[in-house]
């Protein structure tokens, strides 16, 4: 028998709906120069001092004597050892509590599994999909709440067993600040709730009120688990590393019995991926790094600025690669991708593949190329003359 929760997913069909209309109005419109702003991946190459690590490590796998063959289960032990020196030690962590992964979209729903059936899950309306679909494909029972006027999730007056905080945001494009985070702190430890905080947009944070982990929050180490990445920030989103922590202090042993989950349920992320991982940490690789997101960052303005001058409401693209932009006229967020698709010739993700709540809004990525995002705010500001 299939497993009919499978069924549950929402996401691949909201998708197959963009794919679909672009390849239809491609068909008819041979000619049109499309231009994507919907695209969630990273346009720039991976960096020198990284691309030399795994060369490297290339090389180590060739030779009887330096040749690696299964990698531990929650990673190597270097590349354990710089997390923790470069982000998790000044927080009192220690390597034990830092698991090496191949991506968080994986571990972001994987982490289910410590939780009985009955638990709840509270997510955001407008959320990042997969924590949704992941839920429903595990067959969890999952309620959303609202966002405030800063877009940030409002606290709810019931209890839930594990909610799920994105910060910097996808698809919103907002971060939240320390007392926001304080606040569902505070929520989670007088409800035993744990919090799965995804912070792999991290490195596009530029304000200084927006804590560089949920680990500011001395308390937090109680009730959250904190979710990293090294897709987004070091292009690394073909090559899959990731990475987490589960502190000690957190409720009831998960540390413990993470582990012994994880040794059942995974055989690491490949040698390659975490030497080129490790490599990251290098100051050389640091600056370059710091260099593409200040490109994508510089690309998010451009979008901001150019949509707000055609006359539409712009939240997010400060911390974060994405923007969220609401609609001028009522429009649905489908009549907007239509119309952008139609009359622009640009991709947009519609408001609605992240929830309900997003059916007067699309979602805009930063992550594509400069000369792009110039083109389509060309197009955008000469059609509002026309208008
Ligand atoms: N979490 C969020 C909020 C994301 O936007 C993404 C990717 O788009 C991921 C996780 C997935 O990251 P990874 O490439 O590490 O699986």
Redesign the pocket.
Known sequence: MLNKDLLQMETKDVYANVTEKVKAFKYENPNAEIISLGI?DVSKPIVKPVIEAMHKAVDDLSSMDTFKGYGGYYGYDFLREAILENEYQQYGFTKDEIYVSD????D?TSILELFDNSSTILLANPT?P?YRDGAAALNRKVEYTTLDENFVMEIPNKKYDIVYI?SPN?PIGNAYNKKDLEKWVDYALKNEAVIIF?N??QGFVRSKEVPKSIYEIEEAKKCAIE?K?F??TAS??GL?C?YYVIPNQIYKDINVIWKRRTMNRFNGASYIAQKAAEAVFLPQSQKLIKENIDYYLENAKILREGFEKAGYEVVGGKDAPFMWVKSKNQKTSWQMFDYFLKELNIIVIPGIVFGLAGDNYIRISALGKREDGIKCIERILKDEEKN
């Open positions: 969630g991506g968080t979209k994986t972001s990042y997969i994105c996808n995804d792999v947009y979710l990445s897709s987004k690394f989103t899959r990731s």
